[in-house]
Every structure is written in C-alpha cells, then in structure tokens.
C-alpha cells in the first residue's frame, strides 16, 4: 500500500467557484502528480511536483494551480471552476526519480454545475 | 505528437479463454512502456514496466511483451477477478512525459 489519500473523494460546485483538491502520501517520495480522467481520453497529467516547492506544468495545466509546502502534501486548485473541468482527478506518486507514476490513490470525482 | 492506440476496447471472455490485449504505439524515443490494471472506482494500479524490444514480464495470469512498434498483454486462462480496464502509457523524453491509452475493459464471465 503506498499510502495516498485523496480528499475529497466527491465534491459538486457551481461554476465560478474556488475549489481545491488534496493529495497526501504517508511516504517521502518526491515525485508527485496530478492528472485528470475523462471519457475518451487517457489520463492526461495536469502538474507535477519534484520537491516542496518544486513544480512544473504537465500538457492541460490552464485553469490549475498547485502547491507544495510540505513533501507529504500536494494541492490541486482550480481558480474559478468550469463545466469542462469537470472529471475524475487522480494523485500519483512515483518510487523512482521521476518519470513514471507507480501509484495512484483512488480519485476525486468532481462536478462543476 | 507521442500517440498510444490500445484495442480492443473492450473485451469479453469465458473463464479459462486465453487472450491479448494490443497497444500499439508512435514515439519519439521510448524509455519505457507501462501496463496497469483498473478497477471501477478506483486508481490504476502498476502492473509491468518494459523497456526495450524484446523485453517480457510475467505475473501470475498475466505476461507483458514489447516490440518496436507494440505491447502485449497476454492473459493465460483468465479468471472472473481479471475483470478490469488495462491501461497501457509509454514514457518518451523531456519532461515527464507519460502518454496513457484509452484503455482495454476486460470481462471475464465464469
């Protein structure tokens, strides 16, 4: 079990709204991950963090922001929420430097009425 | 563009019929391709990592194999709990980058 946690697991909004995901991992790996899942699309990464304060765009990052104070916690936020943002969104992390997100938690699934 | 192709799309089996899930693939420069499984509701769990033509990996019911060009995912005499999507991504160069498929969903009927 590698240990990441994923809250909320639901969450309806309106559009226009601030809303912020957050992913916490009990081990210390560096490498964490934010991509979102949609019908007709493989998981698309979103950010990514290689170290507390170390973060970089992932191919859809508009309309996302992330942070990362600390190592065991990565946050996903979306400024104003869009209809189109609405998906299913999963934390990865990886055991190796980088490159390959090895575990998943279990999602949040979020819609943006 | 890296792209990933996986079919079928889905795939319905008698219990103990062998099969093979196909990801065919176009990139620029592989270091890596990664095969998980999916259960509804749930996050992609990691099954194998290949990274060279050639390459095979096994797991129990499951044996992953790799070309230039495509991966298998032969499933040897199914079971009902290998009901799943499987999920093929390849890993190019530069930043992170993880190409995922769309999927294979798998049922396997006892």
């Known amino acids: 079990d590698a240990g990441i946690t994923q809250s909320p697991r639901h969450k309806v909004t309106e559009t226009g709204t601030p809303v912020t995901l957050r992913c916490h991992q009990t081990?210390?790996?560096?490498?964490m991950y934010w991509y979102r899942q949609d019908p007709g699309h493989g998981l698309r990464l979103i950010h990514y963090?290689?170290?507390?304060?170390?973060?970089d765009k992932g191919e859809v990052s508009d309309g996302y922001s992330v942070s990362r104070s600390k190592t065991e916690d990565f946050l996903l936020t979306l400024e104003s929420a869009t209809s189109s943002q609405t998906s299913v969104y999963f934390c990865?992390?990886?055991?190796?430097?980088?490159?390959?997100?090895?575990?998943f938690g279990d999602g949040t699934r979020l819609s943006i009425l | 563009e890296d792209q990933v192709t996986q079919s079928p799309e889905a795939l319905r089996l008698q219990e103990g019929e062998s099969s093979s899930l196909n990801c065919s693939y176009t990139?620029?420069?592989?270091?890596?391709l990664f095969w998980y499984r999916q259960d509804p509701g749930k996050g992609p769990e990691f099954l194998f990592t290949?990274?060279?033509a050639g390459e095979e990996k096994e797991k129990e019911r499951l044996k992953a194999t790799l070309t230039k060009k495509e991966s298998f995912l032969h499933i040897t005499a199914p079971k009902p709990e290998d009901s799943a999507t499987y999920l093929c991504?390849?890993?190019?160069?530069?930043?992170?980058?993880?190409?995922f498929g769309t999927g294979t969903k798998l049922q396997v009927i006892p």
């Open positions: 990139v620029s420069g592989l270091r890596g």
């Open positions: 990865a992390i990886s055991e190796s430097d980088g490159g390959q997100p090895q575990h």
């Open positions: 963090s290689y170290g507390v304060k170390d973060t």
């Open positions: 290949l990274y060279s």
């Open positions: 081990e210390n790996h560096r490498y």
């Open positions: 991504a390849v890993f190019s160069g530069g930043y992170q980058k993880v190409t």
